[in-house]
């Protein structure tokens, strides 16, 4: 009880990458957040447009080498975070050194041509909600609210309706552990919702939904328009990759056999899942140049575009 009593909510900065021009903005820890930029700082010393990186048969999206370096930094992104994240205040580690420039090119150059095992760490399930929503007056918001497993803990909120979520299900109790349960103590958190930036100006809210899926979803969303010039829609819509762990990693239906079979010789565990539901459910907001707003949105679950 001394917990709630004592507790303010908090008005937090948020983090940022700039990836390829574009400004890529996440909640800092302790959400997860920062697996995402992580492992998009570590990305941008890769390049997937034809005729730059000579290394490359054919340097687009369709690719089992891109696919193979995604899945890769993705790995190392978590392998760090899976370790570390945890309420801020508690954190040894100075979660923006995943940020830096050096860090992306020392971990960029760990991946080798074949999979590797990065964390012995296993990300837990999952519930979440996720919303964009835009205004004429250039007002953006990007929301994402979870009350975890199931039904939350349970427990109810006298009057109110409200179920109080159970988020402290993802403590440890290893008390070596940096996530290790404490009173007062946040606990890792998976719900994070993203914003991009251009040159100082919203471009627009987008956020895929998912447990440890969501950084995964956020990188891929990313790449999928800024380095393969996708649309918002084409961007959620692609079939998508799902890091389990060691070098066990799920794809949707739609992911090209010949791809996989590819993966798979370069030493990754690739299982087709025949459902979508592990795969994230997202929606993005883009302003463009001449001020319409795009809206995308998830064709894997229930959802819609509304304009008020």
């Not at 054919?58 to 089992?64: D, G, S, V």
């Not at 009173?183 to 100006?201: C, E, M, N, R, V």
Request: aromatic share 10%; hydrophobic share 40%.
């Amino acid at each position: 009880m001394e917990d709630f009593t004592s507790y303010d909510v908090e008005w937090v900065e948020p983090v940022s990458i700039n990836y390829r021009g574009f400004d890529v903005w996440e909640i800092p820890p302790n959400g997860q957040g920062i697996a995402a930029l992580a492992a998009l700082n570590i990305l941008r010393e890769f390049e997937f447009t034809a005729g730059i990186n000579p290394n490359m048969e054919n340097p687009n999206r369709e690719n089992p080498e891109t696919f193979h370096i995604q899945w890769e930094a993705m790995k190392l992104a978590f392998s760090d975070v899976l370790a570390h994240v945890t309420d801020p205040l508690y954190m040894k580690e100075d979660y923006r050194e995943w940020l830096s420039p050096e860090y992306g090119k020392k971990r960029a150059g760990e991946i080798g041509k074949r999979a590797a095992l990065r964390s012995l760490l296993n990300p837990p399930g999952s519930g979440t909600v996720y919303l964009a929503t835009a205004d004429g007056e250039g007002n953006m918001v990007s929301y994402i609210q979870s009350n975890y497993k199931g039904f939350g803990s349970g427990i109810v909120i006298r009057g109110t309706g409200i179920a109080l979520q159970n988020r402290g299900a993802d403590f440890s109790l290893n008390p070596s552990a940096a996530n290790s349960l404490a009173p007062g103590k946040k606990s890792y958190h998976t719900i994070i919702p993203g914003f991009l930036t251009k040159d100082g100006k919203a471009l627009g809210p987008f956020g895929v939904m998912g447990g440890y899926m969501q950084p995964q979803g956020h990188v891929q969303v990313i790449t999928n328009m800024i380095d393969f010039n996708m649309n918002p829609q084409q961007a959620l819509d692609a079939p998508r990759w799902l890091w389990q762990s060691g070098l066990t990693v799920d794809v949707e239906t739609g992911f090209k056999p010949e791809i996989a079979k590819a993966l798979i010789k370069k030493g990754h565990d690739v299982n087709v899942s025949l459902t979508t539901g592990n795969f994230g459910r997202g929606q993005i907001i883009l302003r463009q140049e001449n001020g319409v707003l795009i809206g995308a949105t998830e064709s894997r679950t229930d959802s819609l575009i509304a304009c008020m």
